[in-house]
């Protein structure tokens, strides 16, 4: 029997509109970001004019509906932006996917109406920057053993905070934290609670500022909560509800750092070809010579494979939108995947460059230091493998 395929079930061309959204990312990272980039990273200054103007052109709330003060676009949108922003400059795209996928996603998600249009409006917006903060200094990987505590205040109106948070992405500068602590430490997973934490209020404080290998424009600290008084009506989603809101918005941001090191990768990959087209030695274009085809094919071929995880991942979300069913199993296996492949084409792009891919005259070792963080944050490629693994054998 002769079975016919129906061509527009698989069509993965992308649309007008998403090919617009591109070329008009594009340019901007190029004009905007690029040229201040090495800058940037050297400084370790926060590129707030550029957050600014990515707000004004609707990136901070790519998801959020218009209603909120966002974009209204769709997760391709998403990662199509990821994917260019970080071609120009990985840091500032951190700064971007923390605002979209860990802020904006767990207020659209879990926030009450009153929290949208108070939290939610100005973070979609770009006019306040959002923080996300799970990790403290002893628990990292194993997020559902934190120190940090929320009690219930006497007369019921307030959760009173103390402890330290750590690792936390622009932690320095922002307006708006979502933070996940105890509050009934008796019940593990089950007793952490998310908050949404004004910055500006007492009892709050942004602590060390991490000096970091990469992304060093994109400000990381700790916080440090002292009897902060937090209202009871800031309690995101229901008490006790935190560690799945947590994982919840992990998935949505896996998607995002697997579209940043795709951006990382294809800069690693271009700077390569352009570079092995051009530097001759033994009389001849390296790229002449089998071993540096090698690394390109191999570059090339992680990269489109990479492509194509992120976005089954990104139309997985789009339908759990629907559907409300997780995408955990994508999301990590786009984040391993092209983690991985940043930091392989990357290392190859160094030894392809030689004694320029070492040199800080070129953003190539840039690429290096930069690509090696998509491997950690967000969840490890040891836990994307555990939590792939779990799923597909039906562990917990
Ligand atoms: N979505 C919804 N719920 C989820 C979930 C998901 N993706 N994953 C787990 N859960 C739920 C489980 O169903 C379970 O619920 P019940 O008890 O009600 O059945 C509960 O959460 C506990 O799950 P597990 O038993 O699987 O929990 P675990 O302790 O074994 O941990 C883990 C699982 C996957 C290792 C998890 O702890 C994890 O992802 N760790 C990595 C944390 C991480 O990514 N940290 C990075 C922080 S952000 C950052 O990097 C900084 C930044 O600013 C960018």
Redesign the pocket.
């Known amino acids: 029997m002769a079975v016919q395929a129906t061509p527009s079930t698989l069509n993965l061309t992308l649309s007008a509109e998403h090919e617009d959204l591109r070329r008009a990312v594009r340019d901007f990272a190029r004009k905007e970001i690029l040229p201040v980039a090495a800058h940037f990273d050297e400084t370790g200054e926060f590129p707030m004019e550029i957050v600014r103007k990515m707000g004004e052109m609707g990136l901070m709330g790519i998801e959020v509906p218009e209603e909120y003060g966002g974009a209204g676009m769709d997760t391709i949108a998403y990662v199509l932006t990821m994917e260019e922003i970080a071609k120009a400059d990985a840091a500032t795209s951190t700064i971007l996917s ?1 605002n979209n996928s ?1 802020v904006c996603h767990g207020l659209l998600k879990f926030g009450t109406e009153a929290q949208k249009q108070k939290y939610l409006r100005d973070v979609a917006s770009g006019a306040k920057i959002g923080a ?1 903060s ?2 403290e200094p002893m628990s ?5 053993t934190m120190k940090s505590r929320a009690v219930l205040s006497e007369d019921g109106t307030h959760y009173i905070i103390n402890g330290r948070k750590s ?3 622009s932690g320095p500068v922002a307006d708006y934290v979502i933070l996940f602590t105890m509050t009934e430490p008796e019940k593990k ?2 007793g952490i609670t998310a908050f949404i934490i004004e910055t500006d209020k007492e009892g709050f404080a942004a602590g060390k500022k991490e000096p970091k290998l990469g992304i060093r424009a994109s400000a990381t600290s700790e916080l440090i909560f002292e009897n902060y008084r937090c209202p009871v009506e800031n309690v995101l989603g229901t008490v006790g509800q935190g ?2 809101i947590a ?2 918005v ?2 949505a941001g896996r998607i995002g750092i697997a579209a940043q090191a795709l951006g990382i990768a294809e800069a690693a990959y271009e700077a390569s070809v352009e570079y092995a087209r051009q530097r001759e030695a033994f009389g001849a274009p390296i790229g002449s010579f089998q071993m540096i085809q090698a690394k390109i094919a191999d570059m090339k071929t992680r990269i489109e494979a990479s492509r194509l995880l992120i976005y089954s991942a990104a139309l997985a979300k789009e339908r759990s939108k629907q559907t409300g069913e ?1 995408y ?1 199993t994508e999301a990590s296996m786009a984040k391993l995947f092209a983690s991985e492949t940043a930091m392989f084409c990357a290392h190859a792009a160094v030894q392809i460059h030689g004694g320029m891919g070492y040199s800080r005259e070129l953003p190539i070792e840039r690429y290096f230091r930069d690509a090696k963080i998509t491997e950690i ?3 490890t490629s040891e ?1 994307q493998r ?2 792939i693994a779990r799923n597909e054998l039906g562990l ?1």
């Not at 990292?140 to 559902?144: F, I, N, Q, Y």
């Open positions: 923390v860990l996300y799970l990790t990292g990987s194993d997020a559902g690792w936390v992405t997973h089950h560690f799945k994982m919840t992990l998935d997780r955990t944050y967000e969840g836990i555990l939590v917990r």
